[in-house]
């Protein structure tokens, strides 16, 4: 099971992470959160009915991973596309900047609570339930697609992730793509079967 999820009763999965797992991934998903930000959120003491219908941003953000995070919705580069792309993101932009925190918060919490707990030396078994594998699912995608905007990765380059030579300074997040991605592609095919 070590860095493979594996189904639980119940649509659940399960992995065992031993402790530098477990501190990479927390610290992977609070740097994520912070990237990520709060976003154009109304005050905690606004009308919650304004709140509802609050506005986001119209325009993409300057950071590329940020914009990959939050890429238009439209690709194409006519004005009225580009009008179309700019009312959607100010309209949900905003949830989804929530959403994409409140799952990197799950990967955190669940973390703690398995340090707290259960971890040993040797690490331990970390089990999620049916919501909790989602969150984590959406977090592992955006911390994968945080660090491959972070390394410039192409879809040609991808094989030669593997090839880098351990002086290259890149490795360590190139390592650390890589085993998102493994850890992604075992929760997927652990929630689909």
Known sequence: MAGHFEALPGGGAAVALDEVEISILRSLSVQLMELIGPGDEPAADADPLAALFAEGPSEPPSDPALRRLFPDAYGD??????ASAADFRR???????????????????????????????????????????????????????????????????????????????????????????????????????
């Open 77 to 82: 580069d006519s004005e009225e596309l580009r």
């Open 91 to 193: 309209y949900t932009e905003n949830d989804l900047r929530a959403r994409k925190r409140q799952d990197a918060l799950v990967v955190v919490r669940a973390l703690d609570a398995l340090s707290g707990e259960s971890a040993g030396e040797g690490g331990a078994v970390l089990k999620l339930g049916p919501d909790e594998s989602r969150a984590w699912l959406g977090a592992l995608n955006d911390l994968r697609l945080t660090i491959g905007t972070r390394l410039e990765v192409t879809d040609e380059e991808s094989e030669q992730l593997y090839r880098l030579p351990d002086s290259d300074p890149r490795k360590p997040m190139v390592m650390a793509y890589l085993w998102l991605g493994a850890l992604q592609e075992s929760l997927v095919e652990t929630l689909m079967s």
